[in-house]
């Protein structure tokens, strides 16, 4: 068989696939009668409403001399983990917003970190394709610097994404640009399983993000420049369980609902959305029309304590807090006193759901508290 026979075959199959999925799309339409917010307010539900103190600035944590990008809490304590352009990690102490580490690092390039189950340590990664572990309680070196406790070397792209499994300091999961993720032993160094690559159910472009199920450790979600969400089950690395599809747009952040059943994206399309796991649809799609007809992508998503609420930070400096059920802004964070000066980059809730850390490329990060007569939601 000739080159140019093999070109037209291959032509063939992608138009028979394409077609075929958009049949899929369109049979998946007819299922789904109603959507989460049509339902909702079928039931007389009524959006959650926000007074002028129920959500407030309380503190600004300065000392990065660049973009910040990532973030994360400490499961126990009131403590965040910051990365920045700088080229260094920040151990606040989010009460006093004192910082109680800073952390040079040795590749400036960093992308994404986070903190261990039990707060003794923190991991970073970025351009230099590794993921690094610091323990935090380990002695500094003659120059004052944190000295890297474990290097886990293995993915071919930059390590876009990283989070340790809970209840455990000894696991950790990283995303990539190689297309694929990673299951590491920290204790040893190396890479237990790898999900994606060669298989043909995995991730066909850049891997920007990944969630752990924390009702069930096994279960991890990851979301591509291939426009998909893909979840996976850490026994069985050679296959996704399901592909999510939906968006038009690289999926740039992802995060389980808290009873694990369902997970939500972001993406660069400008929309947020919510999959149930089980059945594999779409339940809603959480979009704001712009009056300029500009889109601006979103970065990066967090759920409230209950699901009630999904903040989702946007490029243009907006965040808003999503009514899960009924599809509706209640309130915009962008909009409020001290707020961002620059594209959201990153955003998280602490443990008990108290408090929302975002961060930016104005370089700071900024400690928003539930206040008033408001309960954690």
């Not at 323990?135 to 340790?164: A, E, F, I, W």
């Not at 996976?232 to 992802?254: L, Q």
Request: net charge neutral.
């Amino acid at each position: 068989m000739s080159v140019a026979e093999l070109k037209d075959r291959h032509l063939a199959a992608t138009q028979t696939v394409s077609a075929l999925r958009d049949r899929l799309k369109q049979k998946r339409l007819l299922l789904l009668d109603t959507d989460v917010a049509g339902y909702s307010r079928s039931q007389g539900r009524t959006p959650v409403s926000f007074g002028p103190t129920d959500l407030v600035c309380c503190r600004t944590l300065q000392g990065h001399n660049g973009k910040v990008y990532s973030l994360d809490w400490t499961p126990e304590k009131n403590r965040i983990v910051s990365a920045s352009q700088d080229g260094r990690l920040i151990v606040w102490n989010a009460l006093t917003s004192q910082k109680t580490h800073a952390i040079k690092l040795p590749c400036a390039w960093v992308m994404t970190c986070a903190f261990s189950p039990t707060g003794q340590s923190v991991a970073c990664g970025g351009l230099d394709s590794v993921c690094s572990i610091f323990n935090l309680n380990s002695p500094t070196d003659r120059d004052g610097n944190l000295p890297v406790s474990k290097m886990l070397s293995g993915h071919k792209g930059y390590v876009s994404s990283c989070q340790y499994v809970p209840d455990e300091d000894a696991h950790l999961i990283t995303s990539s640009g190689d297309q694929t993720c990673g299951l590491w032993d920290i204790t040893t160094g190396l890479r237990t399983s790898v999900f994606g690559g060669e298989f043909q159910s995995g991730h066909t472009a850049d891997v920007l993000s990944v969630s752990i199920n924390g009702s069930n450790s096994r279960m991890f979600v990851s979301g591509s420049c291939d426009s998909t969400a893909r979840l996976w089950d850490t026994r069985v690395a050679s296959r996704a369980v399901r592909t999510f599809h939906g968006h038009e747009g690289d999926v740039n952040a992802v995060k389980f609902f808290p009873d694990g059943n369902r997970f939500g994206t972001g993406s660069d399309d400008g929309t947020c959305r919510l999959f149930d796991i089980r059945t594999g649809h779409q339940l809603q799609v959480y979009y704001q029309q712009h009056g300029d007809n500009e889109v601006p992508p979103v970065t990066s998503i967090a759920f409230s304590i209950s699901g009630r609420l999904l903040f989702a930070g946007y490029s243009n400096g907006d965040c808003y807090v999503w009514d899960t059920l009924l599809g509706q802004v209640v309130l915009n964070l962008g909009t409020l006193q001290n707020s961002h000066e620059g594209r959201i980059s990153c955003l998280g809730l602490s443990a008990d759901g108290s408090a929302l850390c975002t961060g930016s490329w104005d370089s700071n990060l900024k400690i928003w508290a539930f206040g008033g007569h408001r309960k954690v939601i």
